[in-house]
C-alpha cells in the first residue's frame, strides 16, 4: 500500500506586480505525491516547474490552495518549523551543485548534521563515510569543489542532500551540467533513493528522466498534465 508523502490541493502561485500584469506561476495545482516513486518534472523554461519546488521545500509561499506534507497542512507551520522540517525531512539537490567552497567534501556533506539534533555527533563521521560511499567518491572526502568534476561536485551535493535520511528529495536540474555518463549515473542513484521509499521529484529538461521516472508530470503556463 502506497503511503502520501505530498498532496496539493488547488494551489496557485501568482507573482503581483504594480506596473505589469500579475503573473500566475502556478494555477489551481492538484495533485497526489506518493512515497517510492520518482517523479519527472518537464516543462519549457518559465512554465512553473521550480515554482513547483520553491513551494513544496516551503522556501516560497503558496497565493491559494493548500499544501500538505505528510498530512501536515503547510501553511499552519511557523517560519522556524517550515525551516526544521526542511532541513530534517526534505534533501534539496540544484543544477549549480550549491557547494560551499571553502570546506571540503567532508564538511559539506556534514553541515546539515551539525543543526540537527537528531544526530549524534558521535555517528556524524560514520554518516558521512557511508554517504560518500555510496555516491562512489570515498577517495574525494578531503577535496575542496575547486578540486572536484562536475559529476563529482554533484555527488557530493547528493550526499549532502542525504545527511539526514529525508524522506523527500527534491532535485532541480540535478544532470543540466553534466556529461551523458555522469547524468546517468545520477538518475540511477535517484531511481534508487524511491525504491528504497523516498519520494524523489526532479525537474529536468533531459529525456533521459523518462527511462527512470515512475510518471512524468508536463507544466503548461502553470497547468499540469501528467503522463503514467
Known amino acids: 500500500m502506497t503511503k502520501v508523502a505530498i498532496e496539493l490541493r488547488e494551489c496557485s502561485k501568482i507573482y503581483k506586480s504594480k506596473k505589469l500584469d500579475d503573473?500566475?506561476?502556478?494555477?489551481?495545482?492538484?495533485?497526489?505525491?506518493?512515497?517510492?516513486?520518482?517523479?519527472?518534472?518537464?516543462?519549457?523554461?518559465?512554465?512553473?516547474?521550480?515554482t513547483l519546488l520553491n513551494l513544496i521545500s516551503m522556501i516560497d509561499d503558496i497565493s491559494d490552495g493548500k499544501i500538505l506534507i505528510d498530512n501536515i497542512s503547510v501553511d499552519k507551520l511557523k517560519i522556524s518549523e517550515k525551516a526544521l522540517k526542511r532541513n530534517n525531512d526534505i534533501g534539496m539537490i540544484f543544477q549549480n551543485y550549491m557547494l560551499n567552497e571553502y570546506m571540503n567534501?567532508?564538511?559539506?556533506?556534514?553541515?546539515?548534521?551539525?543543526?540537527?539534533?537528531?544526530?549524534?555527533?558521535?555517528?556524524?563521521?560514520?554518516?558521512?563515510?557511508?554517504?560518500?560511499?555510496?555516491?562512489?567518491?570515498?577517495?574525494?572526502?578531503?577535496?575542496?569543489?575547486?578540486?572536484?568534476?562536475?559529476?563529482?561536485?554533484?555527488?557530493?551535493?547528493?550526499?549532502?542532500?542525504?545527511?539526514?535520511?529525508?524522506?523527500?528529495?527534491?532535485?532541480?536540474?540535478?544532470?543540466?551540467?553534466?556529461?551523458?555518463?555522469?547524468e546517468t549515473y545520477i538518475f540511477k542513484l535517484l531511481r534508487k533513493f524511491a525504491e528504497d521509499g523516498k519520494c524523489v521529484i526532479v525537474v529536468s529538461h533531459s529525456n533521459i528522466i523518462k527511462k527512470y521516472a515512475d510518471i512524468i508530470i508536463n507544466i503548461r503556463k502553470g497547468e499540469l498534465y501528467v503522463n503514467k
Do not use: C, W
Open 105 to 182: 567534501s567532508y564538511e559539506n556533506i556534514v553541515l546539515p548534521m551539525l543543526i540537527n539534533k537528531n544526530v549524534d555527533r558521535r555517528n556524524r563521521k560514520e554518516n558521512v563515510t557511508k554517504l560518500i560511499n555510496m555516491v562512489g567518491l570515498p577517495d574525494k572526502l578531503k577535496r575542496y569543489p575547486s578540486e572536484l568534476s562536475g559529476g563529482e561536485k554533484q555527488r557530493i551535493a547528493i550526499a549532502r542532500a542525504l545527511a539526514n535520511d529525508p524522506k523527500i528529495i527534491l532535485a532541480d536540474e540535478p544532470t543540466g551540467n553534466l556529461d551523458e555518463e555522469n
Open 23 to 50: 503573473v500566475v506561476a502556478l494555477n489551481k495545482f492538484s495533485y497526489i505525491f506518493e512515497y517510492g516513486k520518482i517523479y519527472g518534472i518537464m516543462g519549457k523554461s518559465g512554465a512553473g516547474k521550480t
